[in-house]
Structures are given as structure tokens and as C-alpha cells.
């Protein structure tokens, strides 16, 4: 082995005998409190375990993927009831998607036209307004146009009662679809 090479060696084993001893050393006993630790004093860094903390997210946290909860609300890891949701989506499966809100609770449907209907095209947005399986807790609007003379399509008025049968189809769809989750829990 040459003299530079030594050196280097050398060099090198000081500096890892020197790391591993600042290491070893910052593993010893210490006087400090970190966050999270309780020291009898409260506040916000060191809570007395007596406290609860509180959180953006609420009481029980933020679910990405469900979970229990005491109360009546389905799928409370989307912002809006999953029942309500799944069943929008299930009604209106047949129209392509625009966009799909869950945490929002808005779904919004591409132009549809009825292969059977040439010159009419229709647009859904699907409004989910509460985390409970209400009846009031969807609200459906629906757009059509037609198309005139010239080809251009142009807003047309739609039936009062399509926007109502729809919202009807869907809390009929949620709550077989409750029930079948409540008849598969009695199974287990």
C-alpha cells in the first residue's frame, strides 16, 4: 500500500470512529421532553394525557377508507353518504362522466344522446347534500337541448318530473343497497 493511500485509510477510519461515537452518544439518556411526551405541565407540545387533542379532521379523524362510526352514517371516508353515492353512479351509469366529486358529493355527467331519440341530448349533475340516507339528501338537475334547423344545439325545457324521477331512482337503488349491506353483516 503507497503512503496516500494509507493516509486515506487512515483518514477514513477516523472519520467513521468519529461518526459512530456522535452517534452512540446521542442515543444516551436525556433530560429534554419532546412533543408528545407528558410532563405534568400541559400545553400544547407536552399534553397531560387528560387532555383530548383536537384535530382539522374532527373527533375521529380523517377515514380515506371507511370505517366504524356509532352513528347512522354509511362510508364515512367520502365526504357524502356511500350509499347515496354508489346509487347516483348506479343510476346514471349509462351517461359518460364529466367529472366525480366524493368528497364534494357532485357528480357531473357528459352529454348524452339516446341512440333511439336523434336531436335530443341530455346533461345530469348529481348533488349529494348530507353524510345521512335522507330523502332530501340528493338533488338531481337535469339539462336538455335539441337540436334546430340550422344543426346548433339550443337549450330545450325539460319535464318537471325527470329531475324528481331520478332523484326517486336513486334513493331507491341506496336503500337496496343498505339493505344487502345490513343482510351481508347478519351473515358473517
Known amino acids: 500500500m503507497t503512503y496516500p493511500a494509507l493516509t486515506r485509510a487512515k ?3 477516523v472519520a467513521l470512529l468519529f461518526a459512530a461515537t456522535l452517534g452512540l452518544t446521542a442515543c444516551g439518556p436525556s433530560n429534554s421532553n419532546f412533543p ?13 394525557g387528560e387532555q383530548k387533542r383536537e384535530s ?12 366504524s362510526s356509532s352513528d347512522d352514517v354509511a362510508g364515512s371516508g367520502i365526504g357524502v353518504n356511500s350509499f347515496l353515492w354508489r346509487a347516483s353512479l348506479d343510476t346514471i351509469a349509462f351517461m359518460p362522466l364529466a367529472s ?42 337535469v339539462f336538455r337541448q335539441e337540436k334546430n334547423a340550422s344543426g346548433d344545439w339550443v337549450d ?33
Do not use: C, H
Not at 408528545?36 to 397531560?48: F, I, L, S, V, Y
Not at 318537471?160 to 334513493?171: P, R
Open 56 to 67: 382539522i379532521f374532527g373527533e375521529e379523524g380523517l377515514k380515506l377508507f371507511g370505517g
Open 100 to 141: 366525480a366529486d366524493p368528497f364534494g358529493g357532485v357528480i357531473i355527467t357528459d352529454w348524452y344522446q339516446d341512440p333511439n331519440a336523434l336531436g335530443e341530448r341530455f346533461k345530469v349533475t348529481v348533488y349529494i347534500l348530507d353524510r345521512r340516507l335522507r330523502a332530501d339528501g340528493v338533488k338531481v338537475a
Open 156 to 188: 330545450a325545457k325539460v319535464n318537471e318530473n325527470t329531475a324528481l324521477q331520478m332523484e326517486n331512482a336513486i334513493l331507491v337503488r341506496a336503500r337496496q343497497l343498505r339493505i344487502n349491506t345490513i343482510e351481508a353483516g347478519e351473515q358473517k
Open 11 to 13: 483518514s477514513a477510519a
Open 36 to 48: 408528545g411526551q407528558p410532563t405534568g405541565k400541559g400545553g400544547p407540545n407536552n399534553p397531560t
